[in-house]
Structures are given as structure tokens and as C-alpha cells.
């Protein structure tokens, strides 16, 4: 079974441009979570998707993050224009069931805004 | 508001050694709880979840309790190995749909 893949690992960009970070759950996998982890904090939560919808995107930083997720199957997490405070990395996962089971994390994207 | 809080921050003990890593949570309304371990430059591979009406778990070389009154759950590694080296996450989950909260974490060096 092939994992959750995010793609770019890495992009570095400069501040105001803008960049769309992708991830691709496993198969089946209705529920589908953003995460990140900025410099020295802990990684936190963005938003939740089941399916194509939004169920909780109370993680979201402003409106310059822009989550979709077309179809039910891959994502994407826009950020326009990017700002120095979104270096960090985002970490795409995946589960079956909404209960904590079988979370399976991406590599994560490493995004560095200079 | 929850807080979910990894001490230590670092770790480094030689190989054979038991490791004791230490997770605090502020609210006890958790769903349940895991950990996490997460290789440099890898995604986060989940290792054990404790249920909220869970004592404990264990996986091979690895158990992990839960005191859900006192907000605390403790990692126990036995007998480590270098191969252990890598970063530990605690994470609660704070809802139905699967929301983590994570601590920290407590990077892990073991030494040959």
C-alpha cells in the first residue's frame, strides 16, 4: 500500500510570492489533515477534511492559506502571498476512520519564505 | 485550552539502557492518546494509542501508560538500541474527528 506522499519535500520562495504545497492520502482514506510545524514550536493542527469537505478548519492561520481538496482524493494547501512567518514544515495525513487509528503522516514539505 | 507538554526536551543514554519519556496534558477530556516517533527529514510513524479508557499498551520493547486524572502518560522503551535515536511525540486527541494536539517532543540519541 502505497503511503501518503507531499510533494515538494522541499521549496524555498521569496516573501509575497505564492506557493501550493500537495499531498496525496492513501487510497480510500476519507479523512484527510494538514498540520505544521513552524521554527522551534510544535507541530499544530490546520484543518480536517472527510471527503471533499471541510469539517474543521479552526487551525487556519488567515485567509492568505487557502485548503482544497478536489474530488475527495488529493489536496491542496495554497499560501498567497507567502509572508516569513509560514517557514516551516507541513505534514499531510491520512486515516480510514475520524478516531486516531491508522493516522498515517506524509514527509512532510519543508517551505522556507526568505 | 489544552496543553500538551514533553519532558525532557533531549535525551542521550547508552544503549541498553531503559528510556523514560514523559508526556502532560492539562485537559483530561481526550479521545485518546499516541505516540509518535519521527525520523530526521520522515513523516511521523505512530507507535502506540491509548484509548482514554485505557491503563496502557504495549509493542514489543515498548509500553506506554496513560493516568487520564492526572493528565500524565509515560513512554517506556526498554533495552534501547541506537536504532531508537530519533524524536518522540505525544499527541492527544482532542475531538471525535481525529484533531492531535502535539507536545514537543524529546529528542532521543542512544549511544553505541
Known amino acids: 500500500e502505497a503511503g501518503v506522499t507531499q510533494f515538494p519535500s522541499h521549496s524555498v520562495i521569496e516573501k509575497g510570492q505564492t506557493v501550493t504545497l500537495r499531498c496525496d492520502p492513501i487510497?480510500?482514506?476519507?479523512?484527510l489533515y494538514w498540520y505544521r510545524r513552524v521554527m522551534g514550536k510544535e507541530i499544530k493542527f490546520l484543518l480536517h477534511?472527510?471527503?471533499?469537505?471541510?469539517?474543521?478548519e479552526s487551525g487556519m492561520p488567515n485567509n492568505r492559506f487557502l485548503a482544497e481538496r478536489t474530488g475527495g482524493t488529493y489536496s491542496t494547501l495554497k499560501v498567497q502571498p507567502a509572508e516569513l512567518e509560514d517557514s516551516g514544515v507541513y505534514f499531510c495525513?491520512?486515516?480510514?476512520?475520524?478516531?486516531?487509528?491508522?493516522?498515517?503522516f506524509g514527509s512532510g514539505t519543508r517551505l522556507t519564505v526568505v | 485550552k489544552q496543553e500538551v507538554t514533553q519532558i525532557p526536551a533531549a535525551l542521550s543514554v547508552p544503549e541498553g539502557e531503559n528510556l523514560v519519556l514523559n508526556c502532560s496534558f492539562t485537559?483530561?477530556?481526550?479521545?485518546?492518546l499516541q505516540w509518535f516517533r519521527q525520523d530526521p527529514g520522515k513523516g511521523l510513524t505512530s507507535l502506540l494509542l491509548?484509548?482514554?479508557?485505557?491503563r496502557e499498551q504495549t509493542s514489543g520493547r515498548l509500553n506506554a501508560s496513560l493516568d487520564k486524572s492526572s493528565g500524565r502518560s509515560t513512554l517506556y522503551i526498554a533495552a534501547s538500541q541506537p536504532g531508537d535515536s530519533a524524536t518522540y511525540l505525544c499527541a492527544v486527541n482532542v475531538d471525535s474527528w481525529g484533531k492531535l494536539q502535539f507536545g514537543a517532543g524529546t529528542q532521543v540519541v542512544v549511544t553505541p
Open positions: 485537559d483530561s477530556a481526550i479521545y485518546n
Open positions: 487510497s480510500g482514506h476519507d479523512n
Open positions: 477534511f472527510v471527503k471533499e469537505s471541510k469539517q474543521d
Open positions: 491509548i484509548q482514554s479508557s485505557q
Open positions: 495525513a491520512s486515516s480510514q476512520v475520524p478516531s486516531g487509528y491508522g493516522y498515517t
